[in-house]
Each structure stands twice: as C-alpha cells, then as structure tokens.
C-alpha cells in the first residue's frame, strides 16, 4: 500500500531516487505540494545547468523557469524505466539552455546582417559630377581627334540616335561608306578613351 510521502518531515538531501520518481507520479497527478517539493529540489539542478551554457544570470534564471514549468506540465510524460527523474530535469534544462543560446545568437546574427543591409555608402554627389564631367570633356577631345566624316557619324548615330541608314541620307554618302567610317570613327574612339574589349 502507498503511503503519501510526508513532504514536510524530510529535507531536500533525504529524497531519493524512489521519493523524488513517486513526487514526479503525484506531480503528474496535479499536486501541488509535490511539485513545491519538486522544485525545491531540482530548482538548483537546472538553474546551475543553464547558467554554465547560457552564462547569464538572468537569462539562466528564464531559463530554468521555463523548464520548472515544463515539469510540471510534462510531469505525466515522465518514465521511470528511462531513467531518475534528476536526469529527466537535467536533459530538459540542458536543451532549453541550448535552444536559448541558439536563439540569442540567431537574433543578433539577424541584427548584424540587417545592419548591413542598411548600411550603404555615403554617395559623394559632387564626386560623380566632377567625374560624369572629366569623361565628357574626354569624349569632346577625342572626337575633335576623328574626320569630319566619322565625326558627323558618330554625332548623328550616338547623338540624335539615327540609323545607318538614315546617317547616309543626312550626310548624303553611300551607306557603305557611313559603316567604314562610323566603325573606324568608333575605333580611333575607343583607342582615345583608354577602352580595352
């Protein structure tokens, strides 16, 4: 015949492996003195679990929180043929120690990389323009350096964005011609500018 455990007459070093399996049983069972009893013993346990993996004192103390409210509510699932009921508490506090580790970086591994998203250089404005206007006056030069058949070529293709063919009705010449002098026009362009293919 079971006799209920009288909580009260013993201290936390007199509970045994047998006492603290039946706690768990009546724990299950929804009693909340075994539980008192439960946590007065296996609070130390898993706070001292998730301190050495969390290494925060706070969040250590979320942490072994959390898994006295798992005890209890998972109370029922527990077997004694799998092992004591310390070990159980063990594994539990050690695993949710981990899962908050893991969250805790996952979250500032997202912080760091949104961060860099975010960060985009500064855009020097008068820079660019200074730039965009040394490359023309670039472009000016080197066309002064074509014929005046390529240059007026080049102009009216690139420019004013005419065809070949309509470059050859504008400048009057045979359209071949226009092809000859536009791709040697675009050479000598390049051969200035200091573009390599």
Known sequence: MNQPLPFGSRSQGEIGRDDLAEVMRRVAHGDKQAFSTLYDVLAPLVFGIAVKVVRDRAQSEEVAQEVMIDLWR????????AGSVTTWAATIAHRRAVDRVRSAQAAADREQSQAAREHSPAYDQVAEQ???????????????????????????AYYRGLTYR?????????LPTIKTRMRDGLIRLRDCMGVTT
């Open 74 to 81: 998972q109370a029922a699932r527990y077997r004694p043929e």
């Open 130 to 156: 200074v730039e965009t206007r040394l490359d023309s006056e670039q472009v000016r030069r080197c066309l002064r350096g074509l014929t005046e058949l390529q240059h007026q070529a080049v102009t009216l």
């Open 166 to 174: 309509e470059v050859a009705e504008a400048l009057r010449t045979p």
